[in-house]
Each structure stands twice: as C-alpha cells, then as structure tokens.
C-alpha cells in the first residue's frame, strides 16, 4: 500500500498565493500520474489538476491560469502552487497516485481556506 501525505494548506486571504504538496510513501510501478482534487462542503469531490510521468499536465478550468502543478519524481513528491486564490477554492485539497491499469492511492487531504 502506498500512503500519500498532504501538507501546506491553511487560511489565505482571496489574491493570495499558496503551495501544498504530497509526498509518497513509494510507488509500484515508473508509470504513474498524479493528480490533486478537492472537495467543498456538500459538493463532490472534482478534479484541479493531474500531471502525468512525462510532465504532461492538465487542469480544470475553474484553475487554469493561477494554479500550478508539478512533479519530483526523485522525491516522490507532488505539488500545487495555487495563486490567486478565490473563496471558491475552499476546500479540503487530496492527492492522488494513479496508475495505468486503474489503481489509485488518495492521501487524507489538507484544508485550505480562502476567505474573502
């Protein structure tokens, strides 16, 4: 089992900026993408941003333009540089390892809180 840990949300004013990550326990296999989703109160739970183990990235595109995803593969650790952040981000933020035949590892998230 591969354990994921999330670290670097807190409270931030709207505009500001913050950056979480998520360190992996280890991985199975080379192939693997990673990914970042949240989750508001009384809302499903919805992709932000995913990046994949050549670097390619892909986002939602309530977070295109201010959000920032990446990757070291060395460290087995996964990013996301927010900035701009609107009330609308609040939420708890989770991180993901995928792997190619349909097998995911989810850390147990990290709050953030924008508030207005």
């Known amino acids: 089992q591969v354990q994921l840990v999330e670290s670097g949300g807190g409270l931030v004013q709207a505009g500001g900026s913050l950056k979480v990550s998520c360190a992996a326990s280890?991985?199975?296999?080379?192939?693997?993408?990673m990914g970042w989703y949240r989750q508001a109160p009384g809302k499903q739970r919805e992709l932000v941003a995913d990046?994949?183990?050549?670097?390619?990235?892909s986002y939602a595109d309530s977070v295109k333009g201010r959000f920032t995803i990446s990757r070291d593969n060395a460290k087995k650790t996964v990013y996301l540089q927010m900035n701009g952040l609107k009330p609308e981000d609040t939420a708890v933020y989770y991180c993901s390892q995928s792997y190619p035949w349909g097998r995911s590892f989810w850390g147990q998230g990290t709050q953030v809180t924008v508030s207005s």
């Open positions: 280890g991985v199975i296999a080379s192939i693997y993408t």
């Open positions: 990046i994949t183990s050549g670097g390619s990235t």
